[in-house]
C-alpha cells in the first residue's frame, strides 16, 4: 500500500540529548513536511523540502534539523538546542500536480 | 504571513444534526485545503479547494476566494466524525500551508 510512515510512534529524550526521528514515503511524492503540534493548537512548519538534496526553513526551525538525501526520506532531528521539544511531530507529503498534503501517524516526543 | 482563523472552537452536537464550520483567511490563498483529525492523531485530507464548491458523500465545501472564507457542511452527523477538523491556506507562489487552530467538533450519539 502506497503512504507515509514515520517511526517511532512514541519516543522519550533525556535532557542535552539528540534524537531523530523517521518519515519514509512511497507516493513517489516530490515535497516533504514537517510540522509540530502542540496540545489544543494547529500545526506548525518545521521544515520543509521541495527536491532531493534541498530543504528550507518554515517557522520554528530553531534546535531543528534535516536532511534530503532519498527521495524517500525525510527525517527530523531534534536537537539538544530545542529547550521544549514535547509535542506531536507529523510529516507529510505531495506531490506534482496535485497540491494535497497527505500524513502520516505522527510521532509523540516526550521530555525525560 | 496569511491568519487564518476558524470558527466555531468548540462544537457539540446530537448524532444526525448538521454542522457548518467556517475558516476565515487574511490574504489572497491558491491553495485551500480541510483536514479531519481523528482521535488517535491522523489527519485525513477532506477537501482541495481553493474556490468553488466540492461535495464528497455527506460532506461539502465552499469557499469564496473574493470574500476570503471558507465553509465546511457536514450533515447527518455520525460519532466517526468527532475530531478537529483544520483549515490550511497558501499563498501564490509559496509552497507552504498555514493551519488555523481547528474546530472540535463531539458528537454525542
Known amino acids: 500500500d502506497g503512504g507515509i510512515t514515520q517511526s517511532p510512534k512514541y519516543l522519550f529524550r533525556k535532557e542535552g540529548q539528540n534524537v531523530t526521528l523517521s518519515c519514509e514515503q512511497n507516493l513517489n511524492h516530490d515535497a516533504m513536511y514537517w510540522y509540530r503540534q502542540d496540545p489544543g493548537q494547529g500545526l506548525r512548519l518545521i521544515y520543509y523540502s521541495q527536491i532531493v538534496n534541498d530543504f528550507q526553513k518554515g517557522d520554528i526551525a530553531e534546535g531543528y534539523s534535516v536532511s534530503r538525501e532519498k527521495k524517500e526520506s525525510f527525517p527530523l532531528t531534534v536537537t539538544s538546542a530545542q529547550k521544549n521539544p514535547t509535542a506531536f511531530y507529523l510529516c507529510?507529503?505531495?506531490?506534482?500536480?496535485?497540491?494535497?498534503?497527505?500524513f502520516g501517524p505522527g510521532t509523540r516526543l516526550l521530555v525525560l | 504571513g496569511i491568519q487564518v482563523e476558524q470558527s466555531p472552537p468548540d462544537l457539540i452536537l446530537q448524532e444526525g444534526a448538521n454542522s457548518t464550520l467556517r475558516c476565515n483567511f487574511s490574504?489572497?490563498?491558491?491553495?485551500l485545503q480541510w483536514f479531519h483529525q481523528n482521535p488517535w492523531g491522523q489527519l485525513i485530507n477532506l477537501f482541495y479547494i481553493p474556490s468553488g464548491t466540492k461535495q464528497n458523500g455527506r460532506l461539502s465545501a465552499t469557499t469564496v476566494a473574493t470574500e476570503r472564507y471558507s465553509l465546511l457542511y457536514i450533515s447527518s452527523s455520525q460519532t466517526t466524525d468527532s475530531g478537529v477538523y483544520f483549515c490550511a491556506v497558501g499563498n501564490f507562489g509559496n509552497e507552504k500551508l498555514t493551519f488555523g487552530t481547528g474546530t472540535r467538533l463531539t458528537i454525542i450519539p
Open positions: 507529510a507529503s505531495r506531490g506534482q500536480v496535485r497540491k494535497t498534503q497527505y
Open positions: 490574504d489572497s490563498v491558491n491553495n
